[in-house]
């Protein structure tokens, strides 16, 4: 079962940055054309959030209102990757981080759409 792969998580102080990063478990996994990679976070006693996806096809990016402008997803066809760099992290965006992938192409911010995810990342943003 290809899993997605996720690193970079850490603590981090309030108005920090950190690079997440998401590679498929194994190589030969395929992003097609029409899949859409995105990130979701969960933060304790709160239910998995969209925070940012992006298409594989043509690049379009999407995010949640509360990190644009901070958060910036990069996709990496050669490498097979999909990262977000977060910028002036503020205590809020305390979460698990987790990679996902979307192989319907449709109904970005729907978590039922992703049948890839990884096993998350801890990002911790306090002083």
């Known amino acids: 079962q290809v899993q997605l792969v996720e690193s970079g998580g850490g603590l981090v102080e309030p108005g920090g940055s950190l690079t997440l990063s998401c590679v498929p478990s194994e190589r030969t996994f395929v992003i097609y054309s029409n899949y859409i990679m995105g990130w979701f976070r969960q933060a304790p006693g709160k239910e998995r959030e969209f925070v940012a996806a992006?298409?594989?096809?043509?690049?379009?990016?999407v995010y949640r209102d509360s990190v644009k402008g901070r958060f910036t997803i990069f996709r990496d066809a050669h490498w097979n990757a999909v990262s977000l760099q977060m910028n002036d992290l503020k205590a809020d965006d305390t979460a698990i981080y987790y990679c996902?992938?979307?192989?319907?192409?449709?109904?970005?911010?729907?978590?039922?759409?992703?049948?890839?995810w990884g096993q998350g990342t801890q990002v911790t943003v306090a002083s």
């Open positions: 992006v298409s594989w096809r043509n690049n379009k990016k």
């Open positions: 996902g992938c979307n192989t319907y192409g449709e109904s970005w911010y729907d978590g039922a759409k992703y049948g890839y």
